[in-house]
């Protein structure tokens, strides 16, 4: 199986602020899906195959990598960002990354 | 509009089994895999394995071969998920959810969650 690994664990980020989530795949894979996942709700789908938004999720979030190495860039956090974040990839079966919660301070 | 209405919380002993439901609406439910991911609390998704309503066809993930049982009811839109000889390990949040995008391995639609508590 793939393993993805999330980086960093906990990220803590200031209004505004642009920051960028990490997934590294134990092997290439073709393309990563990202899911945000606020406290209490189910996975909400933010961007698939690498880097196309998901319907309704705003502009400052984007996608981008190829390979092993893919990542998740917030322009300028708000508030209604904190949540946690998880890599998603289909190989020969679905895995997911650990997860990174992102806090604002 | 595409929904999955999940069934209520569920308390369980040890070594029981529970089996639990997702409702789907707004879409073919024959036309569509139902996949199932585990989450404990505190931690990342799991993919269980996946149903295809149309013709019933079942896929597992390896880990879960034994534990899973996949089946679904066409005629009520259901799927279902019965997991066996339950341990403190199996206490998580499961959810059902779709792929509606043709030749696409992003989940799309998801359940609101069933939560599975394992205690004595």
């Known amino acids: 199986q793939i393993v993805l690994t999330q980086s960093p664990a906990i990220m803590s980020a200031s209004l505004g602020e642009e920051i960028t989530l990490t997934c590294s795949a134990s092997?290439?894979?073709?393309?990563m899906h990202w899911y945000q996942q606020k406290s209490g709700t189910s996975p909400k789908l933010l961007i698939y195959s690498t880097s196309n938004l998901a319907s309704g999720v705003p502009s400052r979030f984007s996608g981008s990598g190829s390979g092993t190495f893919y990542s998740l860039t917030i322009s300028s956090v708000e508030a209604e960002d904190a949540a946690d974040y998880y890599c998603h990839q289909w190989s020969s079966y679905p895995t997911f990354g650990g997860g990174t919660k992102l806090e604002i301070k | 509009e595409v929904q999955l209405q999940q069934s209520g919380t569920v308390l369980a002993r040890p070594g029981a089994s529970v089996k639990m439901s997702c409702k789907a609406s707004g879409y073919t439910f024959t036309s569509y895999w139902m996949h199932w991911v585990k989450q404990r609390p505190g931690q990342g998704l799991e993919w269980i394995g996946a149903i295809y309503p149309g013709n019933s066809d079942t896929s597992y993930n390896q880990k879960f071969k034994g534990k899973a049982k996949l089946t679904a009811v066409t005629s009520t839109s259901t799927a279902y998920m019965e997991l066996s000889s339950l341990t403190n390990e199996d206490s998580a949040v499961y959810y059902c959810t779709i792929i509606t995008t043709v030749v696409a391995t992003e989940f799309d639609y998801w359940g609101q969650g069933t939560t599975l508590t394992v205690s004595s």
């Open positions: 092997s290439s894979v073709s393309y």
